[in-house]
């Protein structure tokens, strides 16, 4: 398809990947365990992950774990940039290793062949001027830290973050400028673990209080790592990000209507407060009937009001449907979300509904909301794909999906949404965050490597390694 397309000039069109999803090397050159590292796939227990976290703080053992050796991103980055390169990425999303910086991640020194692994990292980018966008913590938390400190409703995590953000920021002030303070913020109400927390019966009060007490420290943590970079380096761009989504209204019975903004409020809180410095006055409500105390220093206010952030960053992958009918109860899985069938919808083979235009909606409610430049940083659409005889991998389904996705962001930005980028997810195929499968790839490049870790990693470029490259070269005039 080709046509005129309304894409500003300099927009950033590229990929995005995370650290523990693709790196590999889980022990080498002195990194430390990530929560991640102790998930197996979902095939073997990834979703005890969900129910009961603590078990993987003890002595399980299982066969294969997906994050040990991935893709093995850490010994192929160059022929990989190279890849993304010749499709013409203008820019990377990938993240930084909290714990090959800090291997527990409250030490005070770092980690110094860590630090070396992303100077090479960045520098192989700069060779072919893309630009990085690094989230400075995407679902890797030390693992120490949950095991010794709880994590992060322990509000020393924030110095340990704040103390790694400032290494970070010193040693490539002149290599990145584009910063997430944390992938998915709102992760923390759907799957703690993953976040960074441990909840424990034991010990805490209530799992909600746990929830809103982590995800203040993180937005203090946030707000402060804000300050930072900005003191650091003035040209620096520092975002929010935020798992999105819009929900519908089942019908037009006001109460649906009511459910829905209640459930979409759940997760901008957190943008709210990121973005506008405050807790939304919704919230006095929630953390009252649900008793909830936050334990808040004298400073936070300030603090959270003085940094807000620079650009608002999000995944997209679907909407939600909301239902007040105890009847509607075909509750169908989209992202770690659970949601109702939308029967206006086609899903994924892995059930994940498909709503092109609900990334229009979405764009042009959070840019409502907020007056901030936007920057999608995932979209995409994790499928099985088969390579044919000829060698060849014919996605023409992930073509048609991101086309849709492409086209409806345009619309925003003609309805006057101020968006500076696109990343789309897992631009290499990669372990999936959800289920720790490899099936489930979403890539413009094939990695030969299958759910239980075989294959030889070998690259192979799919159809839509031509298609993204078109895209990108016409500036979304051709997809
Ligand atoms: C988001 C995460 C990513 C990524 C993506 C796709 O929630 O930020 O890390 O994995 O979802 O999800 P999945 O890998 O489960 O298919």
Redesign the pocket.
Known sequence: MIRNSSFPENFLWGGAV?AN?CEGAYLEDNKGMSLVDVMPDIHNGRGEVFTNPNKFLGEVNYKYYPSHISIDFYHNYKEDIALFAEMGFKVFRTSISWPRIFPNGDEIEPNEKGLQFYDKLFDECLKYKIESLITIN??DTPLYLLKNYGGWKNRKLIDFYLNYCKVIFNRYKNKVKYWLTF??IN?MMHSTFIAGTVYDPKVDKSEDEVKYQSAHNQLVASALATKLAHSINSEFKVGCML?ASTTYPYTCNPNDVLKALNLDRESYFFTDVQARGYYPKYMERTFKEKNINIKMQPDDKKILLENTVDFISF?Y?SSKLASTDPTKNDSNSS??FSTIRNPYLKASG?NWQIDPVGLRITMNNIYDRYQKPLFIV?NGL?EKDVIEEDGTINDTYRIDYLRDHILEMEEAIKDGVECIGYTT??CIDLV????GEMS?R?GFIYVDLDDNGNGTRKRIKKRSFDWYKKVISSNGSEL
């Open positions: 995370a999803q995407h679902f992938n998915e992760m798992a995944s992958y992202n770690i892995w995932e994790g997810w897992g999936s965050a959800s289920t489930k979403y």
